[in-house]
């Protein structure tokens, strides 16, 4: 009975003490929120490329800090980028179209020289791949089976490809007009 009696005055005495800290509070409070802080200095960390959003800041996007000197961001891209600088397709003045069978769509359409590879499919309702619509990444690439892509397309744009992934038939989508009619598999990259 002693042991009873001990054991309720114990189980009495934490149950005050425990209402009593509830009662009181510990007069803790939570800091402030400095996520946006630590993402802006992040941000901040991060050099501008020219990739559209939202690649620019993404996390492991563009170069680590420091690694492209002040004033050498000109260097050997400058020179051969008007050399491949592509064509403008708002000063095309005649419109052709040509016959494009798109192997994976099962279809044969008509595209005008004056609009890309990508935007005739989407007419179609077609779901093919694209990610930045600017010739800077891979994931509207496509493969031409006729031959070299520059037998067949005109790029606005290619940040890219090389000439050799071209003379093997690869082009981007987003900014290949075409010149020819040709067969084409999309979502080949190379």
């Given at each position: 009975?002693v ?11 934490t149950l ?13 409070q ?40 002040p ?18 397709p ?18 044969t ?35 031409i ?26 082009c ?19």
């Amino acid at each position: 009975m002693v042991q009873t009696a001990g054991l309720l005055l114990g189980l009495g005495l934490t149950l005050v003490a425990v209402v009593l800290h509830f009662a009181r509070g510990t007069g803790w409070q939570a800091g402030d929120d400095i996520s946006r802080d630590v993402l802006e200095r992040r941000a901040a960390s991060v050099p501008e490329t020219d990739f559209p959003e939202p690649y620019n800041r993404g996390i492991g996007g563009g170069a680590p800090a420091g690694a492209i000197a002040p004033g050498e961001s000109e260097g050997e891209i400058a020179d051969s980028e008007s050399d491949e600088a592509g064509f403008d397709p708002d000063a095309i003045e005649e419109v052709e179209y040509y016959e494009i069978e798109f192997t994976k769509e099962g279809e044969t359409i008509e595209v005008a020289n004056n609009e890309t590879i990508l935007e005739a499919g989407e007419d179609e309702d077609w779901d093919l791949p694209y990610s930045c619509r600017q010739g800077q990444c891979l994931s509207c690439a496509a493969h031409i089976d006729d031959g070299s892509a520059e037998e067949f397309v005109r790029h606005s744009n290619n940040d890219t490809l090389s000439e050799e992934e071209m003379d093997n038939g690869y082009c981007l989508t987003c900014v290949a007009y075409p010149t020819a009619d040709f067969t084409i598999e999309t979502g080949e990259q190379p």
